[in-house]
């Protein structure tokens, strides 16, 4: 019986450089240190490897624009998106909140390995570092593949300040979720609700982000 030769990570798709810039070379750390230690470890699997820029590492790139002041990232995983946000972005204050502790010695790790200055790690859920004073509000949080909105809202939106931001990368059905969430949208009083698509400037898939500010 042949052995089955294990898929490649994929090579670095040229726009990569112009997304991340002069912090490109960090980029590149990261990505090939998920590529090498994050199948062992369980933050993803084999089959990422292949799209692991284009699919992972640049969908999460993409948000950073869009960031300012102290943002929290809800269910790190990986550090996708908020190890490569904060790569992308050192103006900008990053705590990466997750609750398994093999993520979170993880993160903590290419933190340090990275000298990553604007990046903590809380391990902990949403659910209860929001009021418990281990973390003071936040102007924005992000989550990717987390959960759908209606049970994703719930979690974030009592993470940020009164004017604050949601800033949650979702699928290719965010409208939809958007739709069946509007009970949960009112309870935690969210204006300003739209589907952001970015991505097709930079001739990649479009990553959909759904923006929302928290009203007091």
Same mark, same amino acid.
Request: no cysteine; proline share 7%; hydrophobic share 45%.
């Given at each position: 019986?042949?052995?089955?030769?294990?898929?490649?990570?994929?090579?670095?798709?040229?726009?990569?450089?112009?997304?991340?810039?002069?912090?490109?070379?960090?980029?590149?750390?990261?990505?090939?240190?998920?590529?090498?230690?994050?199948?062992?470890?369980?933050?993803?699997?084999?089959?990422?490897?292949?799209?692991?820029?284009?699919?992972?590492?640049?969908?999460?790139?993409l948000v950073? /624009? #869009?960031? *300012?002041?102290? &943002?929290?990232?809800? +269910?790190?995983?990986?550090? $996708?998106? @908020?190890?490569?946000? =904060?790569?992308?972005?050192?103006?900008?204050?990053?705590?990466?909140?997750?609750?398994?502790?093999?993520?979170?010695?993880?993160?903590?790790?290419?933190?340090?390995?990275?000298?990553?200055?604007n990046v903590?790690?809380?391990?902990?859920?949403?659910?209860?570092?929001?009021?418990?004073?281990?973390?003071?509000?936040?102007?924005?949080?992000?989550?990717?593949?987390?959960?759908?909105?209606?049970?994703?809202? /719930? #979690?974030? *939106?009592?993470? &940020?300040?009164?004017? +604050?931001?949601?800033?949650? $990368?979702? @699928?290719?059905?965010? =409208?939809?979720?958007?739709?069946?969430?509007?009970?949960?949208?009112?309870?935690?009083?969210?204006?300003?609700?739209?589907?952001?698509?970015?991505?097709?400037?930079?001739?990649?898939?479009?990553?959909?982000?759904?923006?929302?500010?928290?009203?007091?």
């Amino acid at each position: 019986m042949s052995e089955v030769t294990p898929p490649l990570p994929e090579v670095e798709p040229p726009v990569a450089g112009a997304l991340f810039g002069d912090r490109i070379e960090l980029a590149r750390s990261y990505a090939a240190s998920l590529a090498t230690h994050g199948e062992t470890l369980g933050l993803i699997g084999p089959r990422e490897l292949p799209q692991l820029w284009s699919r992972h590492i640049l969908n999460s790139a993409l948000v950073a /624009p #869009l960031l *300012a002041g102290r &943002v929290g990232d809800v +269910g790190s995983g990986a550090g $996708l998106p @908020g190890l490569v946000l =904060a790569i992308a972005r050192p103006d900008v204050e990053f705590t990466l909140i997750e609750p398994m502790e093999r993520r979170t010695d993880w993160l903590q790790s290419e933190v340090d390995r990275m000298e990553l200055a604007n990046v903590s790690v809380l391990r902990g859920r949403a659910e209860d570092i929001a009021g418990s004073g281990a973390l003071r509000p936040l102007d924005q949080v992000t989550a990717r593949a987390v959960s759908a909105l209606r049970t994703l809202i /719930p #979690l974030t *939106a009592p993470l &940020v300040r009164s004017g +604050g931001q949601l800033v949650l $990368l979702k @699928g290719t059905r965010a =409208a939809d979720e958007i739709a069946a969430a509007q009970k949960v949208i009112r309870r935690h009083r969210l204006q300003q609700v739209e589907v952001l698509e970015l991505g097709a400037e930079h001739g990649l898939d479009v990553t959909r982000v759904v923006r929302a500010v928290v009203d007091p």
